[in-house]
Nanobody
Framework: QVQLVESGGGLVQAGGSLRLSCATS????????MGWYRQAPGKQLERVAR???????NYADSVKGRFTISRDNAKNAVYLQMNSLKPEDTAVYYC??????????WGQGTQVTVSS
């Protein structure tokens, strides 16, 4: 049974930082690309960042230079360091796993609220 559990969301003032974590189980982590998505009220789901098993990353233009995705293959975990947060970063953030052998999995989401 695949499980993705996010943590680290919360309320922060604009300009502040948060670090999201996603603990995984039930997957071969080294054969899985990991990502972070977000959905703001009334908006579509947006991919924020992705990291392959080899460490290749890509980011949405809106977060480049402010957010950093990383993974710890020994701990089967992925992280999203978010700096210089803006009110428009307010959303529910979801951890995503894409198995190279097939299958896409989601966490339950964690709320990030940035006050102005």
């Amino acid at each position: 049974q695949v499980q993705l559990v996010e943590s680290g969301g919360g309320l922060v003032q604009a300009g502040g930082s948060l670090r999201l974590s996603c603990a995984t189980s039930g997957i071969i982590f080294s054969m899985t690309a990991m990502g972070w998505y977000r959905q703001a009220p009334g908006k579509q789901l947006e991919r924020v960042a992705r990291i392959t098993s080899g460490g290749t990353t890509n980011y949405a233009d809106s977060v480049k230079g402010r957010f950093t995705i990383s993974r710890d293959n020994a701990k089967n975990a992925v992280y999203l360091q978010m700096n210089s947060l803006k009110p428009e970063d307010t959303a529910v953030y979801y951890c995503n796993a894409e198995r190279y052998t097939g299958g896409v999995y989601w966490g339950q989401g964690t709320q990030v609220t940035v006050s102005s």
